[in-house]
């Protein structure tokens, strides 16, 4: 099975940006969505962004406008540019491919504070 490996996360003032970058081990076949999702401390994991084939890409409404989500099937990798951060937008941020099968990261902590 693919491993997930994400990074980019880390701390960061509120206004400012970070890039997330998902890359998987192997080949995911038949990939149809790419994602990021993310869950702050007592709450449920929340979609993010999502891509999926033919290239439709959907947003959470707090995150439109300031997220951009873009992937590249060659390399299997999803990549997350978050601009404008806010204290709202910490949380630990997951990738999800889904093919055959569907993989999750490990998760990578981003945290917004001044």
């Known amino acids: 099975q693919a491993q997930l490996v994400e990074s980019g996360g880390g701390s960061v003032q509120p206004g400012g940006s970070l890039r997330l970058t998902c890359t998987a081990s192997?080949?995911?076949?038949?990939?149809?969505?790419m994602g990021w999702y993310r869950q702050a401390p007592g709450k449920e994991r929340e979609m993010v962004a999502r891509?999926?084939?033919?290239?439709?890409?959907n947003y959470a409404d707090s995150v439109k406008g300031r997220f951009t989500i873009s992937g590249d099937r060659s390399k299997n990798t999803v990549y997350l540019q978050m601009n404008n951060l806010r204290p709202e937008d910490t949380a630990v941020y997951y990738c999800?491919?889904?093919?055959?099968?569907?993989?999750w990261g490990q998760g990578t902590q981003v945290t917004v504070s001044a």
């Open positions: 192997k080949r995911i076949f038949n990939m149809y969505a």
């Open positions: 999800n491919l889904h093919g055959f099968l569907e993989y």
């Open positions: 891509i999926t084939s033919p290239e439709t890409a």
